[in-house]
């Protein structure tokens, strides 16, 4: 029993490591918005601002997170439903902007992988936010840039 212990948790740390290379993390990469406005951005999301999400999910989420947001149980948190991004919509902002060492669902279960960075401005953080706030079973309230200006963002 305890073999396979180790050997679960040796997998999910390769698994974890090899995902965690591929995600998005690391690099600074600045990316515009598709010429709109602060303004524009910070207003509700409009269909640019959710096709933006939906390309950022696709190209920086989808690897842990999976298409539909059920995540991998017991390595990566599902999306779908969650109570943690309906109610704490800010913290996952910080953590698509700074990543996390603490990666919880919000119902008590502890990831094992760290979430690196995945953006780095608010309103690529607050459009991949709202793309799964809009999708994925969640039907959440969206927030808006101005909301969220007040989220530190880490040097990396």
Known sequence: ????????????????????SSCGG?????????????????ATPDAAQLARG??????????????NGQGIPNVFPS???????????????AQVLNGSEKVSSGSGIKYPAPMPPQVDNYE?????????????????KTITVDEVKDVAIEPR
């Open 79 to 93: 999306l779908s439903g969650s109570d943690f991004l309906l109610n704490q919509t800010k913290l996952a902002v």
């Open 54 to 67: 939906e390309q950022l999910y696709k190209e920086k989420c989808i690897a842990c997170h999976q298409a």
């Open 124 to 140: 690529d953080a607050v459009a991949v936010i709202n793309y799964v706030l809009t999708n994925f079973e969640n039907n959440g």
């Open 1 to 20: 029993m305890k073999s396979r212990t180790l050997l679960f948790a040796a997998i999910a740390g390769f698994v974890g490591l090899a995902v965690m």
């Open 26 to 42: 690391g690099g600074q990469q600045k990316t515009e918005t598709a010429g709109q406005t602060e303004a524009q951005i910070s």
